[in-house]
């Protein structure tokens, strides 16, 4: 968990919806693991795993469901207008540092890895990793030095997998094959009073899509995905600083099946900006101006959709007193004449009660407009629907101290949060024709703590963090099956043990996850517990340094499910050799 920071910046942050309260929870990226192994160190996130790494990967926090959790690359959102939120699997995590997950903004933000020189104005950093189901992951990147104020690198990597691995009767997964390239270019700026980032990506996937085991397919998916989008920050003397961020994507989805082929295209282009004001040193205001534009095409059908966002926010700090609120408007509209638009308020406090201790909450209304094909996928789709509305609270304490080479670190927090008009599928007339309909609703309630400690001295160092979090997140929907039962797959209680030793190049590195107390709509889920090591040694020769590592996932083979139907590997390895200057 990042320490936070005494100063206003602690509530701002550029994205979509400009200036927002905050909450927030940063995880740092291990190459040798997964998206799924990286984010299920947080106890009130779900992560939607359908298998390997080929399955699809969707995550959700704190009970509000996949749609309604944002994603952000570099603080810019990840459009998916067809869906509600695009597989994870196209992120590049090999060349991310940290993931930002904010409670209050119900959003996880992937930071790139910025390059750093030490030898000269050009750096390098390739690896090769291999590992169990005939599993190959490539990577590399060069950086170049350009000037004092400016640098660029360009990156490429690669999954190629069977994905064949075997499940609890003897069998093997089958038709879980992939075959990924991700590559990009980062552009970094520093300006007067200022700082500039711009970045292109590019995913291409090809991969079997197996289904569940009660109904394999022999179905595949072809992902297509780039992006270019810049960020500016600009200090106009003491008072003004301007925050521009603008990105423009297209992703192509070619699904085949036995029952017919489907392609999927989605655009987008949006223009954000931030306009802050520090009107006195202890008192902030800013103003947020949006705009967006997403279309979809596919043979089945196709819109186009428009949206702003406008906001006024303010933040105060006291001596011991923090404060900050916002008023968002946000409005969309499609092509097919259908209009939304929403007034959402927050409010944040944080008073220090002694030093290194602080007393924080916040509270959110939040909306999400429904998705097209909530909306009008033939067959299917209700053009009636309303957005789903919430809110969002918390109430918690943050400790962070260092003495010395320690720095201890403690959080508690519980929370509430409560989802209305929430879009599920139920049957019509027709009880063989379901629809979607805004008659769901979710209660969250729950209570997150983690304590831990870092030690740095010298080449030695060494890590600590322990998380616990319950969280009842139940269906309140009114005549349901599921009534007052826990989210489906959404874990009651959740451990996480995390630990790493260094000493002189040698790191060795644990961790500890348990999850127990699932549902789904046939009952209770085994509960499981999974351990996983890493192991790390670096060597120095010269301006270069050679790396070997290796990964044991899994390591006490337990054969488990996240999403029912849809097995996880057991046992597994990973190792590689890399290469720095």
């Avoid at 968002?328 to 509209?333: D, H, N």
């Avoid at 979090?469 to 009114?478: E, M, S």
Wanted: proline fraction near 4%; charged fraction near 20%.
């Amino acid at each position: 968990m990042a320490a936070q920071p005494d100063t206003l910046e602690a509530v701002t942050v550029v994205a979509d919806r400009g200036v927002v309260v905050s909450r927030t929870d940063t995880l740092q990226v291990n190459p040798l693991q997964d998206v799924t192994t990286t984010l299920q160190q947080l106890p009130g996130l779900y992560v939607g795993d359908y298998g390997s790494l080929a399955g699809l990967k969707s995550v959700s926090l704190r009970g509000f469901g996949s749609p309604h959790t944002a994603i952000y690359i570099d603080g810019i959102r990840v459009g998916n207008v067809q869906s509600g939120q695009g597989d994870l699997g196209m992120l590049d995590l090999p060349s991310v540092s940290a993931v930002v997950a904010d409670y209050a903004q119900n959003s996880l933000n992937f930071v790139t890895a910025r390059p750093t020189f030490r030898n000269g104005p050009v750096s390098g950093d390739f690896r090769v990793q291999y590992g169990s189901f005939s599993t190959w992951q490539p990577y590399g990147r060069l950086a170049f030095r350009l000037s004092e104020r400016w640098s660029l690198s360009a990156h490429a990597g690669g999954v190629v997998t069977k994905g064949d691995f075997p499940l609890s009767d003897g069998t093997f997964r089958t038709n879980n094959d992939l075959r990924q390239i991700r590559t990009g270019m980062d552009l970094y700026g520093l300006l007067e009073n200022g700082d500039f980032h711009a970045k292109v990506f590019y995913n291409g996937a090809d991969r079997g899509t197996p289904g569940s085991l009660d109904w394999p397919s022999s179905d595949r998916q072809q992902d297509r995905n780039f992006f270019g989008q810049f960020l500016l920050r600009k200090s106009f003397g003491p008072v003004y600083t301007l925050h521009l961020s603008s990105k423009a994507s297209y992703d192509k989805l070619f699904y085949q099946s036995e029952w017919g082929n489907t392609d999927y295209g989605q655009t987008s282009i949006q223009l954000n900006s931030v306009h802050k004001f520090r009107v006195k040193p202890w008192w902030e205001l800013s103003l947020t101006a949006d705009v967006s534009l997403d279309g979809l095409d596919s043979e089945l059908y196709e819109d186009l959709r428009a949206g702003t966002v406008w906001a006024a926010a303010t933040a105060f700090r006291f001596r011991r007193f923090k404060a900050a609120s916002a008023v968002e408007y946000a409005g969309t509209l499609d092509r097919s004449g259908a209009s939304w638009n929403s007034v959402s308020p927050s409010l944040d406090l944080r008073f220090t009660l002694v030093d290194g201790l602080d007393a924080v909450a916040f509270g959110r209304h939040a909306y999400r407009t429904p998705t097209f094909n909530e909306l009008y996928y033939p067959g299917y789709g209700n053009p009636s629907l309303k957005p789903e509305d919430g809110w969002l609270t918390d109430l918690g304490l943050d400790f962070h101290r260092t003495l010395g080479a320690w720095t201890l670190k403690a959080r508690a927090d519980g929370y509430y949060n409560y989802l209305t008009n929430k879009i599920i599928s139920a049957p019509t007339e027709d009880p063989y024709v379901w629809r979607p309909f805004n008659v769901g609703k979710v209660q969250a309630l729950g209570a997150d703590v983690m304590v831990g400690f870092d030690f740095v001295s010298g080449a030695e160092e060494a890590s600590f963090t322990a998380r616990y979090g319950w969280q009842r997140a139940v269906d309140k929907t009114p005549d349901s099956y599921t009534y007052n039962q826990q989210i489906a797959c959404v874990a009651r209680h959740t451990a996480q043990l995390q630990g790493s030793l260094s000493f002189h190049g040698w790191k060795l590195g644990a961790q500890w996850i348990l999850r127990a107390g699932r549902l789904d709509a046939s009952g209770a889920m085994p509960d499981y517990h999974v351990l996983d090591l890493t192991f790390d040694k670096e060597f120095r020769l010269g301006g270069t340094r050679l790396g070997i590592h290796a990964a044991a996932n899994n390591v006490l083979n337990r054969l488990y499910e996240i999403v029912s139907g849809y097995p996880v590997p057991g046992r597994h390895f990973l190792s590689g050799l890399s290469f720095r200057f």
